[in-house]
């Protein structure tokens, strides 16, 4: 049974740099959720798609973040002009629609901004 | 306005203790709580989830208690371990015709440390 996957893991970047995450859902399941942590805080929610349409967005997603999932299969998470406060571990989960459906989560992408 | 409170910040318990995690809500719309696990450098973890229509729900060592006229629940770790110790967080979302909405609302999060 293969998870989420999220690449990279790591990502080291100088402020005012763009960065781009990836994330793969498990496969039959047509939802995907973005989601940031900090340290000593729990995942905040940043935005969700069901198959490819982008369903609902978090006010912490500032017009410098945008998300994609084109085909309703992967997606992406693009961060332009990075500033400090992005630094925060930036989680992808997926799960079915429907009741009860638990949301799996990936291990995440650390970004660092320097 | 944290919409899920978690408590406490951080436990610590002996091996084979009963540790308690608390949670508490105000918005009356969430009817799916899930409580997940996490470890250093990975990503949470579904442990075990409960809706409002039962009071506890039991999986292997970990039962959630459910009382929903003070909009509370708990997760009680039975016989801990030292492999149980990590980050423990409560969640909730709602229904909308038959299906969970998007988001998870997340507490801040308990830090177990079980001393063998």
């Known amino acids: 049974d293969t998870g989420v996957s999220q690449d990279p893991r790591h990502k080291i970047t100088k402020r005012g740099q763009n960065v781009t995450f990836r994330c793969d859902p498990i496969?039959?399941?047509?939802?995907l959720y973005w989601y940031r942590q900090t340290l000593g805080q729990g995942p905040e929610f940043l935005t969700y798609?069901?198959?490819?349409?982008?369903?609902?967005k978090s006010r912490l997603l500032s017009d410098r973040f945008s998300a994609e999932r084109p085909k309703g299969s992967f997606s992406t998470l693009e961060i332009q002009r990075t500033e400090q406060g992005d630094s925060a571990m930036y989680l992808c989960?997926?799960?079915?629609?429907?009741?009860?459906?638990?949301?799996?989560f990936g291990d995440g992408t650390r970004l660092s901004i320097l | 306005q944290q919409q899920v409170k978690q408590s406490p910040q951080s436990l610590i318990v002996q091996k084979g203790g009963i540790p308690i995690i608390n949670c508490a809500y105000e918005?009356?719309?969430?009817?799916?709580f899930p409580w997940y696990q996490q470890f250093p450098g990975k990503g949470p973890a579904l442990l075990i989830a409960?809706?409002?229509?039962?009071s506890e729900k039991k999986e292997g060592r970990f039962t959630i208690s459910f009382n929903k006229s003070a909009k509370q629940f708990s997760l009680h770790i039975m016989d801990s371990q030292p492999g149980d110790s990590a980050t423990y967080f409560c969640?909730?979302?709602?229904?909308?015709?038959?299906?969970?909405?998007?988001?998870?609302?997340f507490g801040r999060g308990t830090q177990l440390t079980v001393w063998p």
């Open positions: 989960a997926s799960s079915r629609q429907g009741s009860n459906q638990p949301q799996h």
């Open positions: 496969s039959e399941h047509n939802r």
């Open positions: 798609f069901q198959n490819e349409a982008q369903l609902e």
């Open positions: 918005n009356t719309a969430f009817d799916y």
């Open positions: 409960i809706r409002p229509d039962v």
């Open positions: 969640a909730a979302n709602s229904y909308y015709r038959g299906s969970t909405l998007g988001r998870l609302y």
